[in-house]
């Protein structure tokens, strides 16, 4: 198959998840396949956040849409499509993240940023993005991959307690303190 | 007013804010907010690192959907499998051959019978009775939707007839009765977009 641009329907009407994944669940590859199309842009830039590798990212996609085309039948509100399947999405990232060897080179998502800004984006913009993503890279893994979860990923502390084998309260904690970490480092706060 | 919001608190103050928790600390801590300029500023850098953690969401999103190759690539080399179902008898040309077709590959013909039919989505379909067993008399249960402004008589009666045809054409199922529910109504946008699905240069 060649690849060539995203279809877009000639009629301009968005099928709305709900028959998406009706018609996914009763069989129709087709129409799991718009799903896909319709989330996966999310649900990359997710792991490769989680991963901090595009090549573990792909793997997690790859294992996330399999199942996702198996347990789609589990959703219950197919309104909730894009949470559940960033959810398994984190779960797989986890899982990758947990089985790495630990000197496996990751590319530099952080460094990629400053080139990759679109001319319309304005500057200011562009500088406190890659502010950020400069003093993401100063927390510690942990509290890294628990910023992710919650504000890539959407996760709840419920699910990122679960994920990470420690207590809500803890996740809101260190969630928290890593917020402010990131304000100290981009503004030079004082604590 | 000489003791400030610890920042963790004014942190997650601002979280509780966004989620509604309105407790009586909550609103205390947010009366000292409030008055005091220092945690106000406190407040304010963290609602900015709260706008540029949306921008940075949204670019990296927005870098991946506008460069959709990796995922063309990822989509054609996804296999996934079919829910093949039961397995049902076909008679074989020669004694010593055992030939059978998946329920799902039946019910995968009776949809696209089904939806030829302008006007006509097939939501559901179910083979009821015993598939195995050859000869036995089964009945197959069709939940459609029917486009606004088509009669529903008209397009439940040909639908039946598509798939009486194709039925007997694919298959060797002994079939009873063809039973339609009309679940739904749908947009004539809603089914050119759907059929559409299977024309997209991305189908498997
Ligand atoms: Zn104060």
């Given at each position: 198959m060649t690849p060539s641009p995203a279809p877009t329907a000639s009629t301009g009407v968005e099928l709305p998840d709900a028959l998406l994944c009706a018609r996914a669940v009763a069989g129709d590859q087709y129409a799991f396949q718009a799903l896909i199309r319709r989330h996966a842009p999310a649900m990359r830039s997710y792991a490769i956040r989680l991963t901090g590798s595009t090549a573990d990212a792909d793997d997690v996609l790859q294992e996330t849409f399999i199942q996702a085309w198996r347990k789609?039948?589990?959703?219950?509100?197919?309104?909730?499509v894009r949470s559940w399947l960033m959810t398994l999405t984190s779960r797989k990232a986890i899982d990758l993240i947990r089985t790495r060897k630990p000197n496996v080179p990751i590319d530099d998502v952080a460094e990629t940023h400053a080139k990759e800004q679109?001319?319309?984006?304005s500057a200011i913009t562009g500088s406190e993005i890659g502010a950020l993503a400069k003093a993401l890279k100063t927390l510690p893994k942990q509290s890294q991959e628990i910023w992710v979860m919650r504000e890539?990923?959407?996760?709840?502390y419920q699910e990122i307690a679960e994920l990470l084998d420690i207590s809500p309260a803890s996740v809101r904690g260190k969630l928290a303190r890593a917020r402010i970490k990131l304000v100290q480092e981009m503004e030079g706060w004082d604590s | 007013m000489n003791t400030h919001i610890p920042l963790e608190t004014l942190s997650n103050w601002l979280e509780d804010e966004h989620s509604g928790n309105h407790s009586p600390q909550h609103l205390l801590t947010g009366l000292h907010i409030h008055h005091c300029p220092t945690c106000t500023q406190r407040l304010e850098a963290l609602q900015r690192l709260e706008r540029v953690t949306n921008d940075l969401v949204t670019e990296e999103e927005n870098k991946q959907a506008s460069d959709s190759s990796w995922l063309d690539t990822m989509l054609s080399n996804l296999v996934l499998e079919t829910k093949a179902g039961r397995s049902i008898p076909l008679t074989a040309h020669h004694e010593l051959d055992t030939l059978t077709q998946t329920e799902g590959s039946v019910i995968a013909a009776i949809r696209r019978a089904g939806e030829s039919l302008p006007g006509a989505l097939v939501s559901r379909c179910r083979l009821d009775g015993d598939v195995e067993a050859p000869r036995t008399p089964i009945n197959v249960e069709i939940t459609a939707s029917v486009r606004e402004g088509s009669s529903v008589a008209d397009i439940t009666r040909e639908l039946r007839e598509r798939v009486r045809k194709e039925l007997e054409r694919i298959s060797e199922l002994n079939v009873e009765q063809i039973n339609i529910t009309v679940e739904d109504m749908h947009s004539f946008d809603i089914e050119q977009a759907t059929k559409n699905l299977k024309d997209s240069p991305h189908a498997p």
């Open positions: 789609l039948d589990t959703l219950e509100d197919a309104a909730k679109t001319p319309e984006q890539v990923g959407g996760s709840s | -």
